[in-house]
């Protein structure tokens, strides 16, 4: 039989296969082979009446996520708050990087945007990310259009919101929330497993929160292709292996002065491609002090 997981807990997987669910195991020889499956996995499973069934083979994955562990994402809503905590673009960069680099089609909504003195002060973000091409969602009303026929991760820092927002357009699922700790500045992470449901004609992942963000872009080239921006700017700069820090001719930065660029994504790649350098050089000079 083929289906595909839409939960794990406790050792068990939870396979959806022609609109019924089967609780399997995976095989022994999966952790032989060191694989695991995964929330989101096409799998090929055996499944007997009134007996636990098994996973026999995991389909071949388009993309994946290591925290929360899941798989075959279409698109990820990235929910962002305005205020408690405030909106920090640094961070939302760190998550659209991260979904560029996984291929896996972004979706900014912000959250609290009441708590907004005027309800203005984020217009000018907005536009900007309006202008690279993201798609962005002010309330729940522009968020369900987009998506039917998709596999949606919804994620964002902790305290967000991001509970608050699946149980308002799935009251049924009655997801555990949590009020934020005035003393922390942060929410308790109430969301323990990852799980898939049917909603809205696609499926909808509820996943952990994040207190940190771990990226998986290592190199400068890949840094510079997850800024869709600065990707296009960059075909016009003398050279192709071009960081847009010290080189001459670089496109990048005419177009900062030009400001056809938003100082503030251009300050987040650097702080980023600073951070992989950094990265770098700690890894040779440990390299260098355990030779083999």
Excluded: W
């Amino acid at each position: 039989m083929q289906g595909k997981i839409i939960k794990a807990l406790a050792g068990f997987y939870y396979v959806e296969s022609d609109g019924q669910v089967y609780q399997t195991r995976a095989r022994g020889n999966f952790r032989k082979k060191g694989q695991t499956p995964y929330v989101g996995d096409q799998v090929e499973f055996s499944a007997e009446k009134d007996s636990e069934g098994y996973i026999l083979k995991i389909g071949e994955r388009k993309n994946s996520l290591v925290r929360p562990p899941i798989v075959n994402i279409d698109q990820a809503v990235v929910i962002m708050s305005a205020r408690e905590p405030d909106f920090n673009p640094n961070l939302l960069d760190r998550f659209l990087v991260l979904l560029e680099h996984k291929k896996i089609e972004p979706i900014i909504y912000l959250s609290k945007l009441d708590l907004l003195e005027t309800g203005r002060e984020l217009d000018d973000y907005v536009a900007v990310y309006r202008s690279i091409g993201y798609k962005l969602a002010l309330s729940v009303e522009e968020l369900l259009p987009l998506l039917p026929h998709k596999i949606t991760v919804f994620m964002g820092q902790t305290g967000v919101g991001k509970s608050t927002l699946l149980n308002k357009i799935a009251p049924d699922l009655a997801l555990e929330t949590a009020e934020i700790s005035e003393s922390l500045g942060r929410g308790r992470h109430t969301t323990r497993a990852v799980s898939l449901y049917n909603l809205y004609g696609g499926k909808i992942a509820d996943t952990p929160g994040f207190s940190s963000l771990d990226y998986e872009v290592s190199t400068a080239e890949d840094l510079n292709f997850a800024f869709p921006e600065i990707a296009k700017l960059s075909q016009a700069c003398k050279f192709r292996t071009c960081t847009h820090t010290h080189e001459p001719d670089c496109a990048v930065k005419l177009a900062l002065e030009a400001g056809e660029l938003a100082p503030f994504r251009f300050e987040n790649y650097l702080q980023m491609l600073s951070e992989i350098e950094n990265r770098r050089e700690t890894y040779k000079k440990v390299a260098k002090k355990n030779p083999k």
